[in-house]
């Protein structure tokens, strides 16, 4: 009896196991998104998220979108809609924002009401299901570096190709259809979808042309009209903003302002360093600094050990003018600040090569600088400025050029220096490199400012 309990219960597990494939494909009708019941005009209620897409797809709109996502469990929300209208971006933001919406426990739908270009349409293709606004575009997923020109290195063409024909499958679409929007060189006849491109073309949808593909699973003018075709209710719409230190940030990691806020910060605070005394360079390139850092860290790219590691750096450079380090503290602070730098940003290279026209252009005014404030730099506390002379109030020692060939008595031993009686007045003086015991008849052969020159009288 209990053999045969073992071998039900292992038919059961095995059934279950060749049934879960199945169940996974269910995703490709979008029944994974659609309410139950919305065929028949029944209607889910609860909390709708929209959550817009509308900026390059970059490390800043990952974290706005993991606290979109976040609000909307915190919420409970039955449906989260990624309104999407973005020219594309950075592959590896790309990639982290697709897995969340793959693995989101709330059914996750991509509306289209502009763009899903590039990195776009693969957030998009993650989503249970894609809708689309007349005059949208999905596709032109080529790989592109940051001057804009085509990425040519086959692996990374592959690797990117493997990722869209990977989301597009996941959902029932023609993968070829995704290669075709990432390889130039694959050629796709796909008369049936309405897809055909040669080699050289790239492949990008419209609305229409999406939905006889596949690649949209309906038309609708607005957001609201979308919601209601999957069967939820439009009564409890949430719409997820931008914060103002969000759209701050967005602001201040733009490539361009990066640059300057860190040219900006260098200039002022080495020029108020090298030049004190206006205040002004040091608070301008201290408030630039912070703004980098703030843009940075809102955005997700820097924490709070970064900051402190450029503070440190700042400080170790201060204390160089100060404390003689041989160059140690100098050397440690400027590695300090670079890696600050460096660790806030969103990637090293692009930090790296912001980091060095910065200093550069930061480094030719600091010289002008310096040259037109010379009489004010930091180095004149090192050089003695004043001249010991008579319109200055100081009195040279009166030299005694009376005394030559004067004679006088040795008061003391003269080894070489000592004190001798010579008219009257008992002087300093020194031989000319011997001794002369005391008691001595010394005469006086030499007079050089206050030092006075004897020898040994000869009877």
């Not at 869209?164 to 979808?193: C, I, S, Y």
């Not at 924490?303 to 503070?311: K, R």
């Not at 506390?381 to 004679?407: C, H, M, N, W």
Request: a negative charge.
């Amino acid at each position: 009896m209990n053999r045969l309990r073992t071998i039900i219960l292992s038919c059961i597990a095995a059934w279950l196991i060749l049934l879960l494939p199945v169940a996974g494909t269910a995703r490709a009708d979008n029944e994974a998104v659609r309410a139950p019941g919305a065929a028949a005009g029944e209607t889910v209620n609860g909390p709708v998220f929209v959550i817009p897409v509308d900026q390059e797809i970059e490390r800043g709109l990952q974290s706005f979108l993991e606290r979109g996502f976040q609000e909307a469990a915190n919420y409970g929300a039955v449906l989260i809609v990624l309104e999407i209208d973005t020219p594309g971006g950075r592959v590896d933001s790309a990639e982290s924002i697709g897995t969340m919406v793959r693995d989101s426990k709330i059914p996750t739908v991509a509306y289209i009401k502009g763009n899903a270009a590039s990195a776009g349409s693969y957030i998009a293709l993650n989503a249970g299901a894609i809708i689309m606004k007349p005059g949208s575009m999905i596709g032109a997923a080529s790989l592109v570096d940051m001057n804009g020109k085509s990425v040519e290195d086959a692996k990374m063409i592959s690797y990117w190709k493997s990722k869209m024909t990977g989301a597009a499958a996941l959902n029932g679409r023609d993968p070829e259809v995704a290669a075709g929007m990432v390889d130039l060189q694959l050629a796709v006849n796909k008369p049936e979808l309405g897809v055909s491109k040669r080699q050289g073309e790239i492949i990008a949808l419209s609305s229409e042309e999406a939905l006889q593909a596949g690649y949209a699973d309906r038309i609708a003018g607005t957001a609201n009209e979308a919601i209601s075709w999957l069967g939820y209710s439009t009564d409890d719409i949430f719409r997820v903003e931008h914060t103002g230190a969000e759209k701050m940030s967005h602001f201040l990691t733009n490539p361009v302002i990066m640059v300057i806020l860190l040219f900006v910060g260098i200039a002022g605070v080495f020029i108020e360093l090298l030049v004190p005394g206006f205040g002004v360079p040091g608070i301008v390139g201290t408030l630039a600094f912070a703004l980098y850092f703030f843009g940075n860290y809102v955005a997700g790219f820097a924490g709070a050990e970064t900051l402190l590691l450029f503070i440190l750096g700042l400080v170790m450079l201060v204390l160089e003018l100060f404390v003689p380090s041989f160059g140690i503290l100098g050397l440690l602070g400027s590695v300090s600040l670079v890696a600050g730098v460096v660790r806030a940003a969103y990637s090293f290279t692009h930090a790296m090569f912001s980091l060095g026209i910065a200093f550069s252009a930061a480094a030719v005014v600091i010289v002008i600088v310096a040259v037109a404030f010379k009489e004010r730099g930091i180095w004149n506390r090192f050089i003695l400025q004043d001249s010991l002379t008579k319109d200055q109030g100081y009195v040279p020692v009166q030299e005694k050029l009376r005394l030559i060939g004067a004679s006088g008595i040795s008061v003391t031993p003269l080894r070489p220096a000592g004190t001798a009686a010579i008219g009257g007045e008992r002087i300093d003086v020194v031989t000319e490199g011997g001794f002369i015991d005391a008691h001595t008849a010394v005469s006086v052969v030499k007079v050089e400012g206050g030092r006075v020159v004897v020898k040994e009288a000869v009877n």
